[in-house]
């Protein structure tokens, strides 16, 4: 069974640029939300998607967005790239109606 | 109010030996307390977690303690072993959120052998 899994694994950025990062969720499980995880701090969140649907959104810009596919499968696009914005990004999927979240390697982002 | 503070920021302890993280939060509609262990260039791996309808949890070398009344709640890792090296998050979620994880800062574990 596989994990969630996420793609790329790194990626070089410039600033102004934008990005989409991709996430399969583990097997079975209906619900993606995405974290960014600055060096040395704890992950923050960014939102979540449901159903196709963006369900909870963190304390970020608009510059940040996603998308959830019929797969149960998600995106996350930032526009107008800021070196700030270089992070570990996490996606983590579980089921609705549970609390366990379960996430996957992390896309390392680095913007120059 | 959203906030979970957890210390210590680094921790270092002698194999065999007991490691304790201690969390805290404000926000009395959390219901859900997991902690994960991260290790460097992966992503956080879900170890165990406690609803505070109970006051400790054990799996393993790996026990959570929960305090409601003092809105804490706290990791011991039994036997501590050089492989537990990693740094740990706690978290707290609730339902009327979708079980968002609001993370602590981290502590990074050092085990020495």
């Known amino acids: 069974d596989a994990g969630v899994t996420q793609s790329p694994t790194h990626l070089i950025k410039t600033r102004g640029q934008q990005v989409t990062l991709r996430c399969s969720p583990k097997?079975?499980?209906?619900?993606v939300s995405w974290y960014q995880q600055a060096l040395g701090q704890g992950p923050q969140f960014i939102f979540q998607?449901?159903?196709?649907?963006?369900?909870q959104r963190g304390n970020f810009p608009d510059r940040f967005s996603g998308h959830q596919f019929p797969n149960y499968s998600s995106e996350l696009n930032v526009n107008a790239l800021l070196l700030g914005d270089s992070a570990l990004y996490l996606c983590?999927?579980?089921?609705?109606?549970?609390?366990?979240?379960?996430f996957g390697q992390g896309t390392r982002l680095t913007v120059v | 109010q959203q906030q979970v503070k957890q210390s210590p920021q680094s921790l270092i302890v002698q194999k065999g030996g007991i490691s304790i993280i201690n969390c805290a939060y404000e926000?009395?509609?959390?219901?859900?307390f997991p902690w994960y262990q991260q290790f460097p260039g992966k992503g956080p791996a879900l170890l165990i977690a406690?609803?505070?309808?109970?006051s400790e949890k054990k799996e393993g070398r790996f026990t959570i303690s929960f305090n409601k009344s003092a809105k804490q709640f706290s990791l011991h890792i039994m036997d501590s072993q050089p492989g537990d090296s990693a740094t740990y998050f706690c978290?707290?979620?609730?339902?009327?959120?979708?079980?968002?994880?609001?993370f602590g800062s981290g502590t990074r574990l050092l085990v020495r052998p």
């Open positions: 097997s079975g499980h209906d619900t």
């Open positions: 998607y449901y159903e196709e649907e963006e369900r």
């Open positions: 926000n009395t509609a959390f219901d859900y």
């Open positions: 978290a707290a979620s609730e339902m009327d959120s979708s079980y968002k994880l609001i």
């Open positions: 406690i609803r505070p309808d109970v």
């Open positions: 983590a999927s579980s089921l609705v109606s549970s609390t366990e979240a379960f």
